[in-house]
């Protein structure tokens, strides 16, 4: 069932050994950010100690070994979504970056007034707030996908909406607030019989779920490394050729540009036509390590383990009188939100904090998922590799005292 040495994975994340408020850290805050492990911390000293120069300017060494290195990722994140070219891969802040970068030049490009975008209701805030400014800007219109109580998506509802106005798709792989896995398959399909392209923002994905850009023929694809073991302030745009050609630059600045005149400025290639300016170059070039990692076990191991976890956390905690959990859909991936009646989310998250366990209370993010459910916000854990049952325990428990002392 396991291939994994959870013991020895555990190791190479230096910081699971500390203590919080005196108690062993229970980390179950990954939907947020994971923790680093040691061969990422160790690629950002080596790239301070060693290799510190701005990319893809200098003939000096140091800034010619850096650029090799930051072009390195690019290949591996190529390799890693199987993109047919690296070329394809924009490297960019996060994924807010690039679906802010996608609404903007996509839409600046293709959509006019009277188009339709359609979102899903399950969508972070980053998968909403772009495509609204975009639809005030351009007179167009946000279509929202409705979801079932289970937290899955209307299928028929979305196969209705597409028309000759939809001119892009734009929705989770992964719902961070619920762990619903959607079915993006059938999304892309029928996008794709209706020639609309698809975004799919796999920021939840990314570190549990193999993907294949190719062989699910999304357009875009985002995702964050800050998620997926990796250093924040980096993360990616995969773009279909056609589409990245096609569309406008995101900012004018260094790098972009082929030549700059006052008459006229003419700009670069892709990758780097999206690529202005200084980029974080430390995270960049350390976003190997971290997709290295995640290759070292197995995106199929992950995803078992994780599987597994999540399947023993969501049975532990019915154990606790008065749990609803929010989002019960068939497919999910390694996300636990609930609540507790009689108590506030975050009442519970105070509580467990003292006790060392760190999970997230709040709307996520994903506030239109807490008005459709009714709830101010949720308790979510959030799994990763690291985690094992005896958190998962630690956690059920910690949740039963804090209810004791709460209603
Ligand atoms: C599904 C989803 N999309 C987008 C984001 C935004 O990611 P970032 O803050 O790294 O840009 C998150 C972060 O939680 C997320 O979970």
Redesign the pocket.
Known sequence: MNNLDIQAIRADFPILKREVNGKPLVYLDN???TQKPQAVIDAIMAYYTDMNSNVHRGVHYLSQISTDAFEVTRRKVQEFIHAEHDYEVIIT???????NLVATCYGQEFVHEGDEIIISAM?????IVPWQMLCETKKAVLKVIPMNEAGELDMDAYAAMLNDKTKLVSV??????LGTINPIREIIRLAHAKNVPVLL?????VQHLKIDVQELDVDFL??????MYGP?GV?VLYGKEKWLNAMPPYQGGGDMIKDVSFEKTTYNELPFKFEAGTPNIEAGITLNAAIDYINSLGLDNIKAYEDDLLAYATERLQEVEGIRFIGTAKEKSSVISFVVDGTHPYDIGVILDKLGIAVRTGH???QPVMEQYGIPGTVRASLAVYNTKEEIDALVAGVKRAVAMLV
Do not use: L, M, R
């Open positions: 939907g947020a950010t802040k996060g994924t807010t970056d690039s679906i969508e972070h805030h980053s998968n989770n792989y992964v719902s961070n607030a923002d796999a920021a939840q994905a985002v995702f964050s490394g800050h998620k924040t993360g996520h993010c994903a």
